[in-house]
């Protein structure tokens, strides 16, 4: 794309006014830096992939309070991470966060595992073991 061709569609909700910069090809056809007030499909994606991500959240908070799936379930989501990825951070074996998932083996883990499942996802060991009763408006 050409520097006259990055778009400037005003699209405040999601900008709130903010520039943000997009390579485009100058004149002599290097690539530079062009500031770009957004562009309204780009907002458009984004704001799907929100609502896709939130209604995932919501569905994991549901499976919890049905006990179907650990309090672990809904924090990993939230987070967006995967069981492998929370094994490494939190140091416990990818094999083993995938038993923690389930509701019966996570009401019997002690307070080292934890600690370490609160640490990695930035929470308190007290609100790890539970879910917010109500989803959270967008």
């Known amino acids: ?19 943000k910069g997009n ?6 056809g ?13 907002e458009q994606i984004n704001k799907m992939a929100y609502d896709e ?19 672990l379930a809904y924090y990993m989501e939230l987070r967006q991470m995967i069981p492998k990825f929370l094994g490494k951070t939190a140091g416990i074996a990818t094999f083993r966060v995938k038993r923690h998932l389930r509701p ?13 499942y609160a640490k990695a996802l930035a929470i308190t060991r007290e609100d790890l ?10």
């Open 1 to 19: 794309m050409k520097i006259n061709e990055v778009p400037q569609d005003d699209v405040p909700d999601y900008s709130q006014g903010i520039k």
């Open 104 to 116: 019966e083996i996570f009401s019997k883990l002690n307070d080292s595992v934890l600690d370490k």
């Open 30 to 42: 290097k690539y530079v830096m062009v500031p770009s007030k957004g562009w309204v499909i780009d």
């Open 129 to 138: 073991k539970i879910v917010p009763q109500n989803s959270y408006e967008r």
């Open 53 to 71: 991500y939130q209604d995932k959240v919501e569905e994991t908070r549901k499976a919890v309070l049905a006990g179907q799936k650990s309090p």
């Open 23 to 28: 390579y485009a090809l100058d004149d002599q």
